[in-house]
């Protein structure tokens, strides 16, 4: 059975940073992709950014491009989330998922993903 646990979560000010993490148990971790989805109050579980089970590709939501950086460390079965210039609107439970094909490409859609995380809340606000 996979695990998935989130971490780093928390209040930040505007304009401030949080790095989220996200340890995964199971030997397999760098054979499959890996994405993070939040999802705000009221609102649905959207997409934010997906990496490559090798690390060498990445994509992002529109809303977040250019501000947060997915990584992943493959030997510590780790994947993280790197956000800066948070804005308000960025308030969420976030959540990383794994991939659900050995060596399959990264998804944009939660049906790409088999395994989710109980999340990390994210709140951003002065």
């Known amino acids: 059975q996979v695990q998935l646990v989130e971490s780093g979560g928390g209040l930040v000010q505007p304009g401030g940073s949080l790095r989220l993490s996200c340890a995964a148990s199971?030997?397999?971790?760098?054979?499959?992709?890996m994405g993070w989805f939040r999802q705000p109050p009221g609102k649905e579980r959207q997409f934010v950014a997906a990496i490559s089970y090798s690390g060498g590709n990445t994509n992002y939501a529109d809303s977040v491009e250019g501000r947060f950086t997915v990584s992943r460390d493959n030997a510590k079965n780790t994947v993280y989330l790197q956000m800066n210039s948070l804005k308000p609107e960025d308030t969420a439970v976030y959540y990383c998922?794994?991939?659900?094909?050995?060596?399959?490409?990264?998804?944009?859609?939660?049906?790409?993903?088999?395994?989710w995380g109980q999340g990390t809340q994210v709140t951003v606000s002065s």
């Open positions: 199971g030997r397999t971790f760098s054979s499959y992709a």
């Open positions: 998922a794994r991939g659900t094909y050995l060596g399959g490409p990264y998804s944009t859609g939660r049906g790409g993903y088999a395994y």
